[in-house]
Every structure is written in C-alpha cells, then in structure tokens.
C-alpha cells in the first residue's frame, strides 16, 4: 500500500471554533485568506464553484456544513485531475487549532512541495491575523 508524503500544517486561533467554523465553511470568504488558491469565486448549479486563481479558472467543491469541523476541500484542475485538500478546525481551552494537511502528489517535486507548505502556511497566518480583527472583542 503506498501513500503520499504529507505535512499537516496548522496555526491557533484565539478565536473559538464556531465562530471560525461558520466563516471557514462559507466558500464565499476564501478569497479574503486563500491567495495560493483563489482571488475570486462564485457559486455554479452543480454545488461546484467557479475559482479565479493564479493558476488560472479551476473548479473546487467543499464539504458540506458539519458538527465535526470538517472543512475539506476538492480543487478540479480537469477531468482526470482532482486534488482532495483535508482542512479541520479543532477545539483548544476557548480558542482552536486549524490544521490544513498537504499532499505531495507524485508530479509534484520537493522543492515544489516546500513551496506549496510555506505558502499554505503563510495564508493560514494571515488568516490568523484576519480572523483576530474580525471577531476578537
């Protein structure tokens, strides 16, 4: 059985999980925090959504709301190619962790791999930052 190389990368939040639950879960905030992915989106018909990214117009799908923190998702570059993205808000004291797990996908070289994981990091922290000016009293 083979898998992948992975990295889990994750920041805390000083905001509790249900706050950040209900904003990560809504597609239409990806674009405030997710520059690697998205700097625009729209809903299409097929619960798909439309995403203006650097790498040009893609397709993603994200996981239905949850009680679990569960906040996947699926990046469509074509047909044949389809990228699961494992995303979780977890709970911790009155604040919570958010933890976004990277694949290296076999196409994908080492250096590219360390660049994708900075640049994942680097939005998690600005979204850090950002959710602290939103919802911090």
């Known amino acids: 059985m083979n898998t ?3 990295r889990h990368i994750g920041v805390s939040l000083s ?3 249900k706050t950040v639950y209900e904003y990560l879960a809504d597609p239409k905030n990806f674009p405030e925090w997710a520059s690697g992915l998205c ?3 729209q809903a299409l ?5 439309l995403i203006d ?3 040009g117009e893609l397709k993603a799908v994200f996981s239905e709301k949850n009680p679990y923190g569960v906040l996947d998702h699926t990046v469509i570059f074509g047909p044949d190619k ?3 993205n ?3 808000i977890l709970a911790n004291d009155q604040g919570s962790e958010l933890v976004f797990t990277l694949f290296q996908l076999p196409e994908m070289s080492d250096q590219k791999f360390e660049e994708d994981a900075a640049w994942v990091k680097k939005d998690l922290t600005e979204l850090a930052e950002l959710l602290k000016k939103k919802f911090s009293k």
């Open 45 to 49: 018909d097929n619960g798909e959504w």
């Open 82 to 84: 389809k990228v699961n």
């Open 4 to 6: 992948f190389p992975v």
């Open 15 to 17: 905001i509790d999980l």
């Open 86 to 88: 494992p995303m979780r």
């Open 39 to 41: 700097k625009s989106i």
């Open 53 to 55: 990214s650097p790498m």
